[in-house]
């Protein structure tokens, strides 16, 4: 059984910072790509970052500058220091990752509960 786990979000004020995790665990052969996505009321879900197992990274133009994505594969956990933040960064942000659970499957999509970052003052 494979979970991720997400935490760091919050209430902060505009200009703010916060640090989001996402730990991954359970039986787990290896982690490849790992991204975070938002879903803010009424809008579809978008991806805000993602690394691959190569620390490859990728961000939407929104948040470039302002969000730095990082992970730590000893831990299979991956970050969102998010910093300089605006209210329209308000939403509910997911973890994904895709995950081979052995050497002999191929990678499986996995999503995290989420978690709420608000930005008001």
């Known amino acids: 059984q494979v979970q991720l786990v997400e935490s760091g979000g919050g209430l902060v004020q505009p200009g703010g910072s916060l640090r989001l995790s996402c730990a991954v665990s359970?039986?787990?052969?290896?982690?490849?790509?790992m991204g975070w996505y938002r879903q803010a009321p009424g809008k579809e879900r978008e991806l805000v970052a993602s690394?691959?197992?190569?620390?490859?990274?990728h961000y939407a133009d929104s948040v470039k500058g302002r969000i730095t994505i990082s992970r730590d594969n000893a831990k299979n956990t991956v970050y969102l220091q998010m910093n300089s933040l605006k209210p329209e960064d308000t939403a509910v942000y997911y973890c994904?990752?895709?995950?081979?659970?052995?050497?002999?499957?191929?990678?499986?999509?996995?999503w995290g509960q989420g978690t709420q970052v608000t930005v008001s003052s």
């Open positions: 994904r990752s895709y995950i081979q659970t052995d050497s002999s499957t191929p990678d499986n999509n996995y």
């Open positions: 359970g039986s787990i052969f290896r982690v490849n790509f």
């Open positions: 690394i691959t197992s190569g620390r490859f990274t």
